[in-house]
């Protein structure tokens, strides 16, 4: 299973559609996690954190299944600008420390 | 500019030959990462530094591949001998804050051809 799991898509949708990205983590230690947000050809931008309680920023709702080892993104009212990548970043522990693993992205397209 | 830069944006070098990278952190950041990415993938962690400490090196970075962050500032990457397989997107990014709550501030990265 890889750590990190993502559906890479692209997700077509119609501007004001509401879209639900999921992504799966294989370390059921892991104690942190976000998502990121990634342009074409640009760096990867933080988005939000996931807390376990869910939190919500604007349009944006995310939330996390401990039990089952998933975290989500809500996405609603979709802007064309809201066209990018989603990265889903879960930290790993290795040898005592801890590092954060990004999965492959979901990629979003908002049309008009 | 008080972000994370990257010095070059682009490389251009020919198999065999070697290349070094530079990164400079957020200047209060104590924590540096490097990590490669390619077409259709997710960053993918190469190795951090604590301050001037190396704390971790992935399991998947050969021994071509090596980090210094002498002052515990500004940081570079080299790669020796080149292969094509190392064409990719090196991003440098740095953060501040407790482990297991890291929140990474990415520069614009550098884009490796190996010809």
């Known amino acids: 299973r890889k750590e990190v799991e993502q559906d890479p898509g692209p997700f077509n949708v119609p501007e004001g559609a509401t879209v639900a990205f999921n992504c799966t983590y294989s370390?059921?230690?892991?104690?942190?996690f976000f998502w990121y947000r990634q342009d074409c050809r640009k760096e990867p931008k933080l988005l939000m954190s996931?807390?376990?309680s869910g939190n919500e920023d604007g349009r944006f709702t995310a939330q996390l299944n401990r039990a089952s080892q998933y975290i989500s993104l809500l996405i609603r009212d979709s802007k064309l600008s809201d066209s990018a990548t989603y990265l889903c970043?879960?930290?790993?522990?290795?040898?005592?420390?801890?590092?954060?693993?990004f999965g492959k992205g979901t990629m979003l397209l908002v049309s008009p | 500019d008080t972000g994370v830069s990257q010095d070059p944006r682009h490389k251009i070098t020919k198999r065999g030959q070697n290349v070094t990278f530079r990164c400079d952190p957020i200047?209060?950041?104590?924590?540096l990462y490097w990590y490669r990415q390619t077409l259709g993938q997710g960053p993918e962690f190469l190795t951090y530094?604590?301050?001037?400490?190396?704390?971790?090196k992935s399991r998947l970075l050969s021994d071509r591949f090596s980090a210094e962050r002498p002052k515990g500032s500004f940081s570079t990457l080299e790669i020796q001998r080149t292969e094509q397989g190392d064409s990719a997107m090196y991003l440098c990014?740095?953060?501040?804050?407790?482990?297991?709550?890291?929140?990474?501030?990415f520069g614009s990265g550098t884009q490796l051809s190996v010809l």
């Open positions: 990014a740095s953060s501040f804050g407790k482990a297991t709550n890291e929140k990474l501030f």
């Open positions: 996931v807390y376990s």
């Open positions: 970043v879960v930290n790993m522990e290795s040898s005592g420390y801890s590092t954060l693993t």
């Open positions: 370390n059921s230690a892991s104690q942190s």
């Open positions: 530094f604590q301050n001037e400490a190396q704390l971790e």
């Open positions: 200047s209060e950041h104590n924590r």
